[in-house]
Each structure stands twice: as structure tokens, then as C-alpha cells.
């Protein structure tokens, strides 16, 4: 099991969701689980993955759920909040460098995209 931070619903229009950030060192006092953020659902916007993701790590993610596309513009779903695999790169490199100071390690080789629209899905 693991507990995931998508965003909460609001009435705010900058961003699909409210990424509440908050949560997770509030679950890590009263749970063992893993905690992801998924800051593509959380905000369904591609400019705004990145900076959230950074913000997810340095507030103690154990990991991020995060959309990469080669073409978001023709995706199946959800293109406006997948990265293109450039900007993947670019925020493992970026969350690679912060998680250290926050005290975490970064998992070598399980940083991969997953195509699902490869498959169909």
C-alpha cells in the first residue's frame, strides 16, 4: 500500500487541483506508508509539474507519479499535464540534486516512463 497526494478539488482556476503539499509530513507523523505526489494530476498543467514535483521531493515525498508523453498534444488523455521526455530529464536531474538536502535518495533505474498509450490503454 502506499498513500498519494493528487490534489484537492477547489474553486481556483490556476490549476485543475489544489496539489496540497501539506499532507505529506502530516501522514509520515501517523503513518508508515509510502507517500507519492503526483504533481500531473494534482494541478493538470505542464508548467506547473515541475516546480511541483521540486516542491513534493523537499517536502518529503517518498516518490512522484508523473506523466511523460512524446506527443502530449495528440495523447488518448491527459496531454496538457504529461511532459514531453525532455522535461522528464530535466526534473530528475533537478530532484536529484534536492533530494539529498532534504535527506532523501533517489532510486537509480526506476525512474522510467511507462507508455501506456503504447499499449492501447
Not at 4 to 27: K, M, Y
Not at 44 to 57: C, E
Amino acid at each position: 500500500m502506499i498513500l498519494c497526494e493528487r490534489g484537492v478539488r477547489t474553486f481556483a482556476d490556476h490549476a485543475r487541483n489544489t496539489l496540497d503539499l501539506s499532507i505529506v509530513p502530516a501522514l509520515q507523523h501517523v503513518s508508515h506508508l509510502p507517500i507519492l505526489v503526483d504533481p500531473s494530476h494534482g494541478t493538470g498543467r505542464r508548467d506547473s509539474v515541475l516546480p511541483m514535483a521540486r516542491a513534493g521531493i523537499a517536502a518529503g515525498a517518498d516518490g512522484l507519479i508523473v506523466e511523460v508523453h512524446n506527443h502530449p498534444e495528440s495523447a488518448l488523455s491527459d496531454g496538457p499535464q504529461s511532459l514531453y521526455p525532455e522535461q522528464f530529464a530535466t526534473m530528475m536531474n533537478e530532484i536529484e540534486q534536492i533530494a539529498p538536502i532534504v535527506g532523501r535518495t533517489l532510486a537509480r533505474g526506476v525512474a522510467a516512463p511507462v507508455a501506456a498509450e503504447a499499449s492501447g490503454k
